[in-house]
Nanobody
Framework: QVQLIESGGGLVQTGGSLRLSCAVS????????MGWSRQVPGKEREFVAE???????????AYVDSVKGRFTISRDDVKNTVYLQMNNLKPEDTAVYFC???????????WGQGTQVTVSS
């Protein structure tokens, strides 16, 4: 059974920090491309960050422009967990954040249940 379990969301003031975690089971984690997306009511889900599988000590990483320099995505291939460190949070970062996983050669994306992040002004 595939599971992506997010945690770490909550309420924080502008300028604050949160770290989201996503623990994966039921999939070969080291082969997965992992990522985070977010969604606010009435809008489409938005790409936030993505990290490729580890090759040696290298991971390909990408961010949406609006979070560059503030958010950091990382992964722990021993703990089968991906993280999103979010610093200098802004009210516009308020959303439900979803963890996602995709396997090589597959178009299918596995999603977590989402965790709410609320940034107060």
């Amino acid at each position: 059974q595939v599971q992506l379990i997010e945690s770490g969301g909550g309420l924080v003031q502008t300028g604050g920090s949160l770290r989201l975690s996503c623990a994966v089971s039921g999939l070969p984690f080291t082969t997965l491309t992992m990522g985070w997306s977010r969604q606010v009511p009435g809008k489409e889900r938005e790409f936030v960050a993505e990290i490729g599988k580890t090759i040696g000590t290298y991971n390909s990483i990408a961010y949406v422009d609006s979070v560059k320099g503030r958010f950091t995505i990382s992964r722990d291939d021993v703990k089968n967990t991906v993280y999103l460190q979010m610093n200098n949070l802004k009210p516009e970062d308020t959303a439900v954040y979803f963890c996602k996983a995709s396997a090589p050669g597959s178009q299918y994306i596995h999603w977590g249940q989402g965790t709410q992040v609320t940034v107060s002004s």
